[in-house]
Each structure stands twice: as structure tokens, then as C-alpha cells.
């Protein structure tokens, strides 16, 4: 399976291309960053993202494209533009009928790492580790957009080595991880009756 990982941002858009044998290994095809100005026109630099992601997807002919999904922050410009960001990107993979997948930061960071509260610098050791890399890619948004990559191919169940239950060893990592943040998310919530 090939997928293309993308971290959607309008300074800084990472892009990530992974290969995903059966047997789970994976092995990194391309990664990048492209940038836009804050100088430019908002039209002009979802221009210039529009335009690269074209070249990835015309280039490397991913089988699906993994995004993260846009979650809450307190920043509303950073949310609007990841949000345009994003709509262009799934935009360009409708227009050559390839999959888009999204996925939470802490989805990513619980298949990749095991954990769903993980810092940067641990998905960053990971993805090196995963990918057999010499050096971590640079910036973080390129090793994040190799993490969604890896993520979506793991939890996808793209693989022969199976576990209990047919799942594989991160797609059981992944799910006790987000048994854990739901359970503590239960927890918290006042007057929850469990079922």
C-alpha cells in the first residue's frame, strides 16, 4: 500500500509518502514541506499548496491519502487555515478518485508510537526508527506527515502478521491506546452512567 501523508498547514504543509508491505514494514518514499507566505494572498497561497499536492499525487500515485483531521484550538486563524488547507488538499485526491482517510493527532501518535498523548520528539524517534532513516526528517512536518502515512497503513489493516483476534501488533497498540483516552475521558465527564 502507498499512501500519502499530509500535514495541512498554510505556512508549512508536510507531505509524506510511505510504501507499506504486507508484513507491516515500511519504507519511505518521498517527504517534503511546502511553504507559502505570509505575504501572499490567502488565494495565493492555497495556490501554491494546490499546486504542489497536484505534483505529489500525479508523481507517486499514492493508493489512498491520510490527513489530519482538524481538531479544536484556540487559535481560530490557524483552524481556518488548516481547514482550507485540508479542503483543498481532498479536493485534488476526489479529483483523481483516491481515498482520503482522516485522523486525529492522537490517532496517529498511539498507532506510531503506542501511545496517544506522545510528544513530537517521540513520533519524530519512531517515524527514524520505523523507516530505518539515518536522520530525522526535517521539519516536524514532514516527520508528521510520514506518521500519518505509517498510521493509516497500520490501522487500515494492510498486513499478513496478524495477532489475537486478527489484528495486527500496532492495531492493538492503537486500540488500547484510545480505550485508555476513552475511558479517562469517561471518568472526567460528571454524572456518566457506563453501559
Keep these: 500500500m502507498r499512501v500519502l501523508g499530509v500535514d495541512p498547514g498554510l505556512t508549512r504543509c508536510g507531505l509524506g509518502v510511505v510504501d507499506v508491505a504486507a508484513?507491516?514494514?515500511?519504507?519511505?518514499?518521498?517527504?517534503?514541506?511546502?511553504?507559502?507566505?505570509?505575504?501572499?494572498?490567502?488565494d495565493g497561497r492555497l495556490l501554491v499548496i494546490a499546486e504542489a499536492i497536484d505534483?505529489?499525487?500525479?508523481?507517486?500515485?499514492?493508493?489512498?491519502?491520510?490527513?489530519?483531521?482538524?481538531?479544536?484550538?484556540?487559535?481560530?486563524?490557524?483552524?481556518?487555515?488548516?481547514?482550507?488547507?485540508?479542503?483543498?488538499?481532498?479536493?485534488?485526491?476526489?479529483?483523481?478518485?483516491?481515498?482520503?482517510?482522516?485522523?486525529?493527532p492522537s490517532e496517529v501518535k498511539a498507532a506510531v508510537t503506542g501511545s496517544g498523548r506522545a510528544d513530537k520528539a517521540s513520533v519524530?524517534?519512531?517515524?527514524?526508527?520505523?523507516l530505518r532513516l539515518t536522520e530525522p526528517p526535517r521539519p516536524a512536518d514532514a516527520a508528521d506527515a510520514l506518521a500519518l502515512a505509517i498510521a493509516h497503513a497500520w490501522r487500515s489493516g494492510n498486513s499478513l502478521a496478524s495477532g489475537p483476534e486478527g489484528t495486527t501488533a500496532a492495531q492493538q497498540l492503537w486500540r488500547d491506546a484510545e480505550t485508555r483516552a476513552k475511558t479517562k475521558k469517561n471518568k472526567e465527564k460528571p454524572g456518566h452512567a457506563w453501559r
Design 23 to 42: 508484513n507491516r514494514t515500511a519504507t519511505m518514499v518521498a517527504v517534503g514541506v511546502v511553504g507559502s507566505s505570509h505575504e501572499q494572498s490567502l
Design 124 to 130: 519524530t524517534a519512531m517515524v527514524v526508527r520505523i
Design 55 to 104: 505534483q505529489w499525487l500525479d508523481a507517486f500515485k499514492p493508493d489512498v491519502l491520510a490527513i489530519e483531521r482538524v481538531f479544536a484550538q484556540t487559535n481560530l486563524s490557524t483552524v481556518m487555515g488548516v481547514a482550507q488547507v485540508s479542503g483543498v488538499v481532498m479536493v485534488a485526491a476526489a479529483r483523481r478518485r483516491i481515498p482520503v482517510a482522516m485522523h486525529t
